[in-house]
């Protein structure tokens, strides 16, 4: 079953913030998102039961090797388009908000053709 781009947002928030913090809480998810704690809850319960997080004894939030390979594609896709977007001259702020949107549309086979072609230009 398709993850929807929320799942994918939770999923991504979660790998950004152990990466940064070393633990995950739903409070920070909420913070990070500036959701409710109820509807990040829901969100938790979700993809708990979809298999890609599970909690450990003191609450925390890890994800499993689904929820990781997900989180990472859709990380990877972001950092690449907000790279790629600003080497072409958009505004950092912009160049952020749209390759959050265009990160959960664009094809595997799209994403890996603009990847080769961006490369040279970025970095």
Avoid: W
Wanted: proline share 2%.
């Amino acid at each position: 079953m398709k993850l929807q781009e929320s799942g994918e947002n939770y999923l991504e928030t979660i790998l950004m913030l152990k990466n940064e913090k070393g633990y995950v809480r739903s409070i920070d998810v909420a913070h990070a998102l500036s959701f409710t704690k109820p509807s990040v809850s829901r969100a938790m319960s979700v993809l708990k039961k979809a298999g890609h997080i599970v909690f450990d004894e003191d609450g925390g939030i890890e994800l499993t090797a689904s929820g990781r390979q997900i989180a990472e594609q859709i990380y990877e896709r972001h950092r690449l388009l907000t790279d790629y977007l600003k080497a072409i001259g958009v505004s950092d702020e912009t160049a952020a908000a749209d390759a959050c949107r265009i990160e959960h549309v664009i094809s595997q086979e799209t994403f890996e053709r603009l990847k080769a072609h961006a490369a040279p230009h970025i970095n």
